[in-house]
T-cell receptor, first 112, second 113 residues
Framework: ELKVEQNPLFLSMQEGKNYTIYCNYS?????LYWYRQDPGKSLESLFV?????AVKQEGRLMASLDTKARLSTLHITAAVHDLSATYFC????????????FGGGTRLMVKP | SQTIHQWPATLVQPVGSPLSLECTVE??????LYWYRQAAGRGLQLLFY??????ISSEVPQNLSASRPQDRQFILSSKKLLLSDSGFYLC????????????FGSGTQLSVL
């Protein structure tokens, strides 16, 4: 059974600071996705990482994937209040349904 | 371009009542379709997925069922709702090939009272 664990579960940080969210998964996969969810809203795709060593950047967010360590990171640079949201990573299983298994989410609060 | 529609946005139902949530996708054909549930403040749990018309796979034993009567239509149902069925239900789709991200609908907040 695939398990996907994120940490921390909750993160409160000041604007302008840097921080990293970690996503560990328990089985072989080289496809990992990051999503953002605002309160009461649906999920918005942020990054798709499809190979070992993949790195994607968008604004103040940068995601990377290490398939050997079964680890992905989402790095936040110089955080701003607008980044406050819950962030989910999800890992793909190689099966007929092409299912994504989600981590428990990291709730990020950026304080002015 | 592809779009996904999910309704209703909010639903309050008494225990024991039936449920029907509908999801449709436009602008693509033969998508993989998914129903996820999110409990308050929690992660997403996959409930059902479908790779084609009439093909439904369930990930967890539960009080719910799903159907795919048409290629781009996915329905989540229950004959009798339980309190534990409350949550945020999300429909999602992706292309049938590999390496494709999930696109989510806007979600349905279901409260069973």
């Amino acid at each position: 059974e695939l398990k996907v664990e994120q940490n921390p579960l909750f993160l409160s940080m000041q604007e302008g600071k840097n921080y990293t969210i970690y996503c560990n998964y328990s089985t072989t996969s080289d496809r990992l996705y990051w999503y953002r969810q605002d309160p009461g809203k649906s999920l918005e795709s942020l990054f798709v990482l499809l190979s070992n060593g993949a790195v994607k950047q968008e604004g103040r967010l940068m995601a990377s994937l290490d398939t050997k360590a079964r680890l992905s990171t989402l790095h936040i640079t110089a955080a701003v209040h607008d980044l406050s949201a819950t962030y989910f990573c999800a890992v793909d299983l190689y099966n007929a349904g092409n299912m994504l298994t989600f981590g428990g989410g990291t709730r990020l609060m950026v304080k002015p | 371009s592809q779009t996904i529609h999910q309704w209703p946005a909010t639903l309050v139902q008494p225990v024991g009542s039936p449920l029907s949530l509908e999801c449709t996708v436009e602008g693509t054909s033969n998508p993989n379709l998914y129903w996820y549930r999110q409990a308050a403040g929690r992660g997403l749990q996959l409930l059902f997925y479908s790779v084609g018309i009439g093909q439904i796979s369930s990930e967890v034993p539960q009080n719910l069922s799903a159907s795919r009567p048409q290629d781009r239509q996915f329905i989540l149902s229950s004959k009798k709702l339980l309190l534990s069925d409350s949550g945020f239900y999300l429909c999602a789709w992706r292309f049938g090939g590999l390496d494709e991200k999930l696109f989510f609908g806007s979600g349905t907040q279901l409260s069973v009272l």
